[in-house]
């Protein structure tokens, strides 16, 4: 715990607060009465130690949500639920007691989050995670880290499992959190970054807010992320405004040409083929908004909310577990505003995919034709509810062109409580989407083929 809060601390200093030795020694005892595992109580435990004003309590606000999103993550992940106002997914079914030799196996057997998250942040200043100034070093401190934790001893012990019986529940399962664990590191590495390098130059910086995850980005980047969503926007506007005409060249018009050629006896100086018109596609947004993925809606919405000029049939839907249309909000208010209302009214309530579905049955499914193309925006995570799965078959039966787009990598499809291989068969194209740099590569695919 020291360790954790000592880097948390050296954050708080890199961002501005004039943070004291004594100040620290009160912070540090205040985290002993009440733990890491309460995080508001934490939260607010810290911030009457640490801060002093007014600003001082935002910027401190700011770097503890990001900071701290690891171990909130971690407990939904390895068995516990933390106390905090967010939705967080159904936790992973407990794993048999197997005789493991490796100690990183038997941590990630254990469920001790506590014990985890102190582990990382350990090993962390000994793989340079402090340290990182550019994103290209990002994945070789994940691979120090990872091995300072004991991934060595791990695989190898995996290995072992395996020839003993490929098959076996345990060894899927250990293999399953290995890889989650690795996700986290890479997000820890990430976080920190952020946290130690917000001085650097903007050029710089912009490129590599295009290439981290969404749900790594904390609110102090938030305005410039913003910026460079729109600048995205705007590019894909300028590149695919204009409807595009498609000219069949193998099919001649013969009246057009005859008629353009009257006035020449015949002799065809002017030849007339026959093209189509390909209209704006109708375009359908659906997002989860709760605790697990509104980080990544936000920036989605912002992403249609921009590009609204060149697609301008955009229908955005949001929901947790009640559905709502919100089309007339975003033309109504400026796109802070709007989320503002989306989160609040709809935002980090339990996921009930099946109720959201059944919601846009009524308000929308009649209005759904072959020239419609539907995105969905969620990690399918649906608290162990019926899915009405129905509904989305009859969605993709009616549209042929339904797009999902999951934050979560593919390895954690159908883990714990997602649902996403029973949607995935009634999907065109099914893709891991959380980085800018995927926002704009995938709907730019779809712009360059629809519009």
Not at 58 to 75: A, E, K, M, R
Not at 172 to 197: G, S, T
Request: glycine letters at 6%; one cysteine or more.
């Amino acid at each position: 715990m020291q360790k954790v809060l000592g880097d948390f601390i050296h954050a708080l200093r890199q961002a501005g607060l004039p943070i004291s030795s004594a100040e620290t020694l009160d912070g540090l005892n205040a985290a002993q009465l009440v733990g890491i595992d309460n995080a508001p109580l934490l939260k607010q435990s810290l911030g009457t130690t640490l801060t002093k004003c007014l600003e001082h309590r935002l910027i401190f606000d700011q770097i503890f949500d990001q900071f701290f999103n690891s171990h909130n993550q971690f407990n939904a992940d390895y068995g516990h639920t933390p106390q905090t106002a967010e939705h967080t997914d159904i936790a992973l079914p407990p794993i048999p007691m197997l005789s493991l030799e490796s100690s990183l196996a038997q941590q990630l057997m254990s469920g001790d989050v506590s014990a985890m998250q102190v582990m990382i942040a350990s090993a962390a200043a000994a793989s340079g995670a402090q340290e990182v100034t550019f994103m290209t070093q990002v994945p070789m401190v994940t691979y120090r880290l990872m091995q300072a934790l004991g991934d060595g001893a791990l695989q190898q012990e995996l290995a072992e499992m395996a020839d003993r019986d490929e098959s076996s529940a345990e060894l899927q399962l250990l293999r399953q959190r290995r890889i989650r664990l690795q996700q986290h590191v890479r997000d820890y590495v990430e976080q920190q970054y952020l946290a130690f390098n917000q001085n650097e130059p903007s050029k710089r910086r912009e490129g590599n807010l295009q290439k981290i995850s969404l749900t790594s980005i904390d609110h102090r980047n938030y305005k410039l992320m913003g910026e460079l969503v729109r600048k995205a926007a705007k590019r894909l506007a300028s590149m695919h405004s204009r409807r595009r005409r498609i000219t069949k060249r193998g099919l001649l018009d013969v009246r057009r040409t005859i008629t353009a050629n009257a006035a020449y006896d015949g002799f065809l100086f002017h030849t007339k083929w026959k093209s189509t018109r390909v209209e704006r596609p109708k375009v359908m947004v659906i997002c989860d908004v709760s605790g697990s993925v509104s980080k990544v809606a936000r920036f989605l919405l912002l992403f249609l909310y921009s590009l609204q000029d060149v697609l301008p049939n955009v229908r955005s839907f949001v929901f947790s577990a009640n559905m709502g249309e919100v089309t007339r909000l975003f033309e109504q208010h400026d796109m802070d505003q709007a989320l503002a209302e989306v989160i609040h009214n709809w935002g980090n309530k339990p996921t009930h995919y099946g109720q959201a579905l059944g919601d846009f049955e009524e308000m929308a499914l009649g209005d759904i034709d072959n020239r419609t193309t539907v995105i969905m925006l969620g990690d399918a995570r649906n608290n162990n509810e019926d899915g009405n799965v129905a509904v989305w078959e009859e969605i993709y039966r009616r549209s042929q062109r339904v797009l999902w787009l999951n934050p979560e990598g593919q390895v954690n499809w159908d883990s714990g409580d997602s649902i996403m291989r029973k949607y995935a068969p009634f999907c065109s194209h099914v893709e891991t989407c959380n980085s800018l740099r995927d926002l704009n590569r995938i709907l730019g695919s779809v712009l360059k083929h629809e519009a």
